[in-house]
């Protein structure tokens, strides 16, 4: 279990008030799970990080006024200073961090009163997400999204469409191949067990060799030079996937993805909590990835219908994009294509692949319709609160997430 120590896991200063009624269900058992799973030395952390909370949280509230203040202060007119003011209030009396104030745009005093219904990273992927897993699941599935090879194989027995596997490296060997030869298109490589776009690479085929950066290979000289770099973790071969012509001119060459999250609703059926595209926003990212310093744009659910897209709000630089900052091709607006089919096969997937009652789905958008490219049992809820600019504590994903924690019998307990 990962533990957050900053901020702590203490009960927040601020009284709830019944619209909180579901983030403090939600903060109650991420409060119970830290304290009664910790190890003696991870307690004695978190009784440090208790102790030093306030000093961290100036420390970092100074840090990032200084760095991201003046953005704030020409769009607001709100001085440095008061924005320290308020990243201290905050901290103090809701455990809210620094980073947060920015990344949620608490300086807005409409978003500042609905500072409590944002729920934060530590209280989903290190409380409400560990505890909602299976009490009795297959030990070879107890991260069934982790391992990318096995979990495109289950899509695809499932009839799932997903991203084909080519051939799979690990410790300097070719330890499968399902194409031999491999087909003359462009590749991709990634870790079968990386995150956030870590190791991802492009090779461009052109006239029977592979190019990627400085290196040019055949088909034996990549296979050998993948095999060798799987030294450093396992490596995943795969046919490089190509948007749907409408979203060319707003991904930088790069796959855009779109991040859906659907969680099961009281009876136990899928459904959509919300989904954003993501968009690489530099002409040599080989991945769209969020936290890698991508941007993402809301996906209105009943339309598919884009807003204007930003990145995770922690840059002097930040700011809400119409249109793409590269290529200037429209994204507010846009509709997207495929959107009902998105739709229908990530609550299929969820179906078929569950045992989590909280999915992020990974799918992109060909030309001929959606695939899916990847699946977390642990999603990141930052980048829909960010980008939707609405905090999901108070909503339908607090809702559900609290009546599972509270009435789910096939799910742990702190």
């Known amino acids: 279990m990962q533990i957050w120590f900053y901020p702590p896991p203490l009960k927040r200063r601020a009284p709830a008030g019944p619209e909180l009624a579901y983030a403090e269900v939600i903060r109650d058992n991420y409060r119970q799970v830290v304290w009664r799973r910790a190890e003696w030395h991870q307690r004695l952390g978190l009784w440090l990080a208790a102790a030093t909370w306030p000093a961290w949280a100036l420390v970092e509230s100074a840090r990032l006024s200084l760095k991201l203040g003046g953005r704030v202060a020409r769009a607001t ?11 201290l209030r905050l901290a103090r009396r809701h455990l809210i961090p620094p980073s ?7 300086y807005l005093d409409d978003h500042r009163r609905r500072a409590d219904e944002y729920l934060l990273r530590a209280e989903t992927k290190g409380g409400a997400f560990f505890l909602l897993r299976p009490r009795d699941f297959d030990p070879s599935r107890r991260n069934p999204f982790r391992n990318k090879v096995a979990f495109t194989a289950e899509c695809i027995a499932a009839g799932l469409r997903a991203a084909p596997v080519l051939a799979r490296f690990e410790k300097g060997k070719v330890k499968a191949r399902e194409a031999d030869p491999l087909p003359p ?28 950066g400085r290196h040019s290979f055949d088909e034996a000289g990549l296979m050998t030079h993948l095999a060798d770099h799987s030294h450093v973790g396992a490596l995943l071969l795969q046919p490089r996937l190509v948007n749907h012509p409408d979203l060319a001119d707003i991904n930088l ?13 009281e009876q136990e059926r899928p459904e959509l909590i919300g989904a954003v595209l993501r968009m690489p926003s530099r002409p040599d990212s080989a991945v769209d990835n969020f936290h890698a310093g991508g941007i993402a744009a809301p996906v209105d659910s009943a339309t598919g219908r884009l807003g204007a897209a930003s990145d995770m709000g922690l840059k002097a630089s930040t700011r809400w994009h119409e249109a793409h900052p590269v290529t200037g091709g429209r994204i507010a607006g846009r509709i997207v294509p495929f959107w009902p089919e998105v739709m229908a096969l990530v609550a299929e997937a969820h179906l078929k692949l569950g045992e989590r009652v909280v999915i992020g789905w990974d799918v992109a958008v060909l030309e001929d319709g959606p695939a ?10 930052d980048i829909l609160q960010r980008i939707h600019k609405l905090p999901l504590g108070a909503a339908r994903l607090g809702q559900l997430l609290a009546h599972h924690l509270t009435h789910g019998t096939r799910w742990r307990k702190p």
């Open 77 to 87: 007119g709100k001085s440095r200073l008061a924005q320290f003011g308020e990243q």
């Open 100 to 106: 947060a104030y920015y990344m949620f745009e608490l």
């Open 185 to 212: 298109i462009d590749l991709f490589v990634k870790l079968i067990e990386g995150k956030g776009g870590r190791g991802a690479e492009c090779w461009r085929y052109e006239n029977g060799h592979w190019h990627c």
């Open 253 to 265: 060459g790069a796959l855009s993805t779109f991040r859906v999250v659907t969680a099961l609703d």
């Open 372 to 381: 899916i490219v990847e699946a977390n049992g642990l999603p990141d809820q």
